[in-house]
């Protein structure tokens, strides 16, 4: 294995390196551990994970990040019949274009951007702004050597499955039980999404070479100077666009930011409870700051302290005598 730190094009750092220390969440002898993740990373890096693999292997439960599930009750070839609606949403519903429907400044920062980074493909030009922004995005993230998902998800997963952690997943559940009348009004719907599109410009015009320095601070474990980017949430007025249409909103239950807050709030409190050790995902965008969820831990009566804040802990003492390997957290 190649122990050595390279850049790529002197911009995106690869190898094996070691990601962030983690907080250390306390209720008498139970311990949670919350690793800060950020995204985009390093397309090429390989995650030691040496300080989390420790903790696995004394853990009990490995709790995700929360999420929102969007499930519709239809069966697998009724989902099949639904899929071309489901593309075509995406659309906008009178057949307008993008220069059709945004202002003509904003247009011509978009043209800029899809030029570089989707080339002369008009696939998009059709979709509505939410659309087109996120796969602009994507796109621009692929060609900068950085990666949305797929650094930290398998090196946990198989060191969940090699001690044999419980994996919980502290999840919102959205069930549309009519998704044909919802996607019929979906396509029929144009989202108040124009802040949504213009702030994820934004992030592309300002925020890309910033994006690149936040990846290669998390994968050398640079906390400090994480501390010390920028980091524009384009994706909150995305949801929130999402969120504000009447076909969502009064199928989702209220405020989804809100509601997996408070979801994985209980569901740490549950297993800082009944587990000895757990270890949690949190972004630092969630974990940090006086509204993150590590200090409403906080403000609850548990102890939190950050790395470098605890002496070395016994758990990772015992575990690194045990002999734990950081090839095994590896993902094949």
């Not at 990373?41 to 709790?63: C, D, F, H, I, S």
């Not at 997943?169 to 989202?191: G, M």
């Not at 249409?245 to 239950?253: F, K, Q, W, Y």
């Not at 200090?295 to 470098?308: D, H, I, Q, S, W």
Request: charged share 30%; aromatic share 6%.
């Amino acid at each position: 294995m190649d122990d050595t730190v390279r850049d790529i094009d002197a911009v995106v750092v690869s190898g094996v390196l070691p990601g962030p220390g983690l907080w250390k969440v306390s209720n008498g002898g139970h311990v949670m551990w919350v690793l800060g993740t950020v995204s985009p990373l390093p397309r090429k890096m390989e995650w030691e994970a040496r300080e989390v693999g420790q903790v696995m292997a004394r853990a009990q439960e490995l709790m995700w990040w929360p999420s929102v599930s969007f499930s519709a009750d239809v069966g697998f070839f009724r989902g099949l019949a639904l899929a071309p609606k489901v593309i075509g949403m995406r659309k906008n519903p009178d057949g307008a274009r993008l220069e059709d429907v945004v202002p003509a400044e904003d247009y011509a920062r978009w043209a800029v951007l899809k030029r570089k980074y989707v080339g002369r493909s008009n696939r998009i030009e059709g979709w509505q702004p939410i659309y087109a922004a996120l796969e602009l995005y994507g796109e621009a993230i692929d060609d900068t050597g950085l990666r949305q998902s797929g650094v930290i998800e398998p090196v946990l997963e198989k060191l969940a499955r090699t001690h044999g952690v419980t994996q919980s997943r502290p999840v919102i559940k959205v069930v549309i039980e009519d998704p044909k009348q919802a996607i019929a009004e979906l396509r029929k719907t144009r989202f108040d999404d124009l802040d949504c599109f213009r702030k994820t410009l934004d992030k592309l015009e300002g925020e890309l070479g910033i994006m690149r320095e936040r990846a290669n601070a998390w994968a050398v474990g640079d906390l400090e100077e994480l501390a010390t980017l920028p980091d524009t949430n384009h994706y909150q007025a995305c949801l929130d666009a999402v969120q504000a249409t009447e076909v969502i909103s009064r199928r989702s239950g209220g405020d989804l930011l809100a509601r997996m807050r408070e979801e994985w709030l209980g569901e740490a409190e549950r297993a800082l409870s009944n587990n000895d050790v757990t270890l949690a995902l949190l972004s630092l965008r969630q974990l940090q700051g006086e509204d993150g969820l590590v200090a409403e831990l906080r403000a609850r009566g548990y102890t939190v302290e950050a790395p470098g804040e605890y002496e070395a802990d016994p758990i990772a003492d015992e575990a690194a005598a045990g002999g734990y390997e950081a090839g095994a957290a590896s993902a094949d």
